[in-house]
Structures are given as C-alpha cells and as structure tokens.
C-alpha cells in the first residue's frame, strides 16, 4: 500500500522567500513521485516528477524537489516565491513499473504569497 | 496546451437531474482513464478507474448505479451522475496517462452543484 503524508495543509511565505513544501510518502515498492499545482477551480498541472533518475528534479516555474529515499521525502522547493506562486499544492505517489495506475494523493498545501 | 479535456467545467441543476461528464483525451489514446471526487478544500480520492473495451473499476464505497462510467472509445470516458442530490455536490476530475508509466494529466474538472 502506498500513502503521501503533506505537513502542513497551510503554508504562507513572503514575496522572494523561500518555498518549502513537505511531503513524505510510504510506499511497499519503489515509488514514482509527483508534484501538482491546482488553482482555484482547475484541474492539477504537474509541476514535477520522480521517475528513478537524478535524485534532484527540476520542474516548471522554477520548482524543484529532491527524492531522499532515506528520509522517505520529496520536498518541494522554490528559491524565491512569486505572487502567482499562490495556489493548493499536492504530493502524489504510485508504484514504478506498474502500467496505468492511479495516483495517491496527499491531503494538499495551500500556499499564501504576502507582498 | 491541454492534452485532457473535460466537459462542461460547471453544472448547476435540480435535484433527480442525471448529468453526463465527458473526459477526452487529445492527440493520444487512453485504454486507462481516472475519475477523481474533490470536495472543498480536500484532496482528490480515486472514484474509479475507466478501462475502454471493458467495464470500471470502482473504488469502495463508490456506488456504481449511482455513477455510471462509460469508456466508449480511445479517447473518451464519460461519467453520468444519475439522478443526482444536493450530496453529489462536488468538483470532479478526469485524468489520463500519457502512456505506461507517464505522468497523468488532468482535465480542469467540472463543478457540479445540485441544487
């Protein structure tokens, strides 16, 4: 069984700080790992995935995370937070080399910009 | 752009009203599609899973009298709330993978307010 863990269902930073956004997972097998961004009303846009290669994944929008398979983590970081930064952000899991299965979504984090 | 498209992004009707959903994948085909229910400020859970050629896959405790799934073709998945209630009240959202072991994409997910 797999399962996504986001501390944190609230996070609000200033305008150019740093974005940390915390998700471990729980997975019997070895994980495939997602970042999605959902605004207000939309569907998910995949923001970044881990797949077995480097460990540090580069994304879209300047996000980035890194799988620590020690820590069971894959923390999403951004250096500077824009204002468009601001939206629900969701960690999902499903196990690799499994063909179409569906993702297990953690319970989300929704991230405030201040100016 | 989009590679999924979901129909209508909004509904709003009377109580026994069965509405239809539609998911369609563009410039790729689907065998596997994924319906999602989100509830306010919650994450997304698995309703069930489309297979074209073959009938859903539902999760537990999803009625599938009560949601009737559809994978007519390659490319589309359609999902009909049946005579739907003020409970049905939800934002719903179809996903496919681009391919074995591809990231799923989204549809930007119909809100559906029964009234």
């Known amino acids: 069984a797999q399962s996504v863990t986001q501390l944190g269902s609230h996070v609000s930073v200033s305008e150019g700080a740093l974005v940390l956004l915390r998700c471990n997972y729980s997975?019997?097998?070895?994980?495939?790992l997602f970042w999605y961004v959902q605004y207000p009303n939309q569907g998910l846009q995949l923001l970044l995935k881990y797949t077995s290669a480097a460990t540090l994944v580069k994304g879209i929008n300047g996000f980035e995370a890194e799988f620590k398979k020690s820590e069971t983590s894959f923390h999403l970081t951004k250096p500077s937070a824009h204002m468009s930064d601001a939206a629900e952000y969701f960690c999902?899991?499903?196990?690799?080399?499994?063909?179409?299965?569906?993702?297990?979504f953690g319970k989300g984090t929704r991230l405030s910009v201040i100016a | 752009g989009a590679v999924v498209s979901q129909h209508p992004s909004r509904v709003i009707c009377k109580s026994g009203t069965s509405v239809k959903i539609e998911c369609r994948s563009l410039?790729?085909?689907?065998?596997?599609m994924f319906w999602y229910r989100q509830f306010p400020k919650q994450s997304l859970m698995l309703m069930a899973t489309?297979?074209?050629?073959?009938?859903?896959?539902?999760e537990q405790g999803v009625e599938k009298d009560k949601f009737l799934i559809n994978h007519a073709s390659l490319t589309l998945s359609t999902l009909t709330v049946t005579s739907a209630h003020p409970e049905d009240s939800s934002f719903y959202i179809c996903?496919?993978?681009?391919?074995?072991?591809?990231?799923?994409?989204f549809g930007d997910g119909t809100r559906l307010s029964i009234l």
């Open positions: 410039d790729f085909q689907a065998t596997t």
């Open positions: 999902a899991v499903s196990p690799r080399n499994s063909g179409n299965t569906p993702l297990v």
């Open positions: 489309s297979n074209e050629g073959s009938k859903a896959t539902y």
């Open positions: 996903s496919a993978p681009l391919g074995s072991n591809q990231p799923q994409h």
């Open positions: 997975s019997s097998v070895p994980p495939y």
